[in-house]
């Protein structure tokens, strides 16, 4: 079974629908134990969400370290990293090493960047498996990942700056755009969460 973890912030309900239309058994919860795949969503600041998620926080570490697959999802992708800059100075989950840092805005382009936007692969497997360069998905946010281990860069996005828009470390991934908006290219890579 894939929990859709409800933390109180997020877009649960467009991720369950996504999952079902590809057959899959998703449940919305607040429990991580009966867990057997962990997708964490996220829509809103990220300090507001570690808030809610501090009582679980050990709970997702563990649940991680057992080897059992974890995807984030735009906000819930950022959670996944060890510390936030957004809004000050913010600890993450610590599951994947690196930062969140804000997209620059000296660069003549609107923040948030709001829109479609093409993947550059720099490697292929798990989720990422099957994709091509220039394939668009749908992204909405202020803020960026750095991976601390460029190994774990999936795929990049450009919006001024190149960023990391995918990213796997062992069993955790994490896309920074909505994959259930994301049409066809995003239905894929949720099949490959499915799959794994």
């Not at 570690?50 to 009582?55: D, G, I, N, Q």
């Not at 057992?66 to 995807?71: C, D, T």
């Not at 913010?90 to 599951?95: A, C, F, I, P, R």
């Not at 394939?135 to 919006?159: G, I, N, R």
Request: proline share 5%; with cysteine.
């Amino acid at each position: 079974m894939i929990t859709i973890l409800d933390y109180g912030m997020g877009n649960l309900r467009s991720v369950q629908k996504a999952l079902q239309a590809l057959g899959a058994k998703a449940e919305i919860s607040a429990e991580v134990a009966d867990a057997g795949k962990l997708i964490i969503p996220g829509v809103g600041a990220f300090g507001a969400a570690m808030e809610r998620l501090t009582p679980l926080r050990q709970e997702i570490r563990e649940f991680a370290a057992s080897g059992k697959p974890v995807l984030g999802i735009c906000l819930g992708q950022q959670l996944l990293f060890d510390r936030s800059e957004e809004l000050g100075a913010h600890e993450g989950l610590g599951l994947i090493p690196g930062e969140v840092r804000y997209l620059p805005r000296d660069l003549g382009l609107k923040v948030p960047h709001i829109g479609w936007s093409p993947l550059t692969y720099r490697r292929h497997g798990g989720i990422g498996d099957g994709g091509s360069d220039g394939e668009q998905v749908y992204f909405v946010h202020s803020l960026h990942t750095v991976c601390a281990e460029p190994a774990d860069v999936l795929a990049t996005a450009d919006y001024g700056i190149e960023f990391a828009a995918a990213i796997q470390h062992e069993n955790v991934w994490g896309v920074q755009f909505h994959p259930e908006k994301s049409s066809a290219v995003g239905l894929r890579m949720l099949r490959r969460f499915v799959q794994c």
